[in-house]
């Protein structure tokens, strides 16, 4: 499987690229998001802003949003899937649009949300992963206004929020599978085989 990963100048890239490798994926970086119109399975990573995050993608936004939508395997990774809703009260930039919905700030006296959590989900791609605690570090959250795109969510500080998302063949984390030890691999995993499938 060959797996294109996003460079639009946030962090974490090593980590992302590192645990598809370790699952068997051919991986290819790009800094020119145009490369996105071409790639058969696209990985949105991130930990950074709304707004520089989206800079390099807004001028191929709507044409990255019909290839998600005509079906092309991708996983957004926190900031990564927040990008691909509509927009988002940290910045002023358009998002994707992928998801109908704004990126609005998470209600908890506490934030950041630094640490492991549960999602709770039965979606598939969880199959075979018996630890469902994840590694979250985020201010903001995902605002569907589709309740049946939210597929997982996790309690933080007697609430909840959603932490997980899939639209077409477009998957969506508010967690960190790259940091979240086996369990994460493990999703990589099932992600890697769902994409193949798709393609």
């Known amino acids: 499987m060959r797996v294109t990963i996003a460079d639009y100048n946030v962090g ?3 980590s992302v690229k590192k645990a598809f490798e370790k699952n068997g994926a051919s991986v290819d970086v790009t800094t020119d998001m145009k490369d996105l119109l071409d790639a058969d ?3 949105f990573p991130g930990v950074g802003a709304f707004d520089i995050t989206m800079e390099k993608l807004l001028p191929y936004r709507e044409e990255i949003r019909d290839r998600l939508l005509s079906g092309v395997p991708a996983l957004g990774i926190c900031i990564g899937v927040q990008i691909l809703f509509g927009s ?5 930039s358009e998002g994707v649009g992928l998801f109908r919905g704004r990126i609005t700030g998470l209600k908890a006296r506490r934030v950041p949300h630094m640490g492991w959590n549960s999602v709770m989900t039965s979606d598939p ?6 630890d469902r605690t994840f590694y979250f570090a985020h201010s903001y959250m995902c605002s569907a206004e589709e309740a049946d795109r939210v597929i997982g969510t996790t309690e933080y500080e007697c609430g909840e929020f959603p932490s ?3 639209t077409a063949n477009t998957y969506g984390t508010q967690f960190h599978p790259e940091k979240s030890s086996e369990s994460g691999l493990s999703l990589i995993r099932n992600f890697i085989r769902f994409a193949e499938d798709k393609t």
């Open 164 to 166: 997980f998302f899939r």
């Open 12 to 14: 974490n890239l090593h």
């Open 88 to 92: 988002s009260e940290e910045g002023v």
């Open 125 to 130: 791609l969880m199959d075979g992963i018996g």
């Open 41 to 43: 399975c696209i990985v």
